[in-house]
């Protein structure tokens, strides 16, 4: 077990801020930042427009590689998703077709 012995009453407050803080920061993830996934392959966290609420995006198949680098699949892919209209931030397609 740990021990922290504080000097004064503001050390004390001090530290509690910083746990606050600490705390506070692990609620909010970064935003419209691509990660890895874990149910999907990757996983994104944006703000909805109409509420205004954060939700995670997930999009893609852990099981398949993304082959961007060959132009037929990558022509092939961005036809099969309409990628010249991705649609808004808050839905997978836009963000997969942003990988590809």
Request: aromatic share 10%; glycine share 4%.
């Amino acid at each position: 077990m740990n021990l922290i012995v504080f000097e004064s009453f503001d050390a004390v407050r001090e530290f509690a801020t910083q746990t606050k803080q600490v705390q506070f920061a692990a609620k909010h993830p970064p935003l419209n930042k691509p990660m890895q996934g874990d149910v999907k392959k990757s996983k994104v966290y944006v703000r909805h427009p109409e509420t205004g609420n954060i939700v995670k995006v997930n999009f893609g198949d852990k099981e398949m590689r993304i082959r961007k680098n060959e132009p037929d699949r990558r022509k092939s892919f961005r036809a099969r998703h309409n990628c010249d209209n991705p649609g808004p931030k808050h839905k997978a397609r836009y963000w997969s077709c942003r990988a590809w």
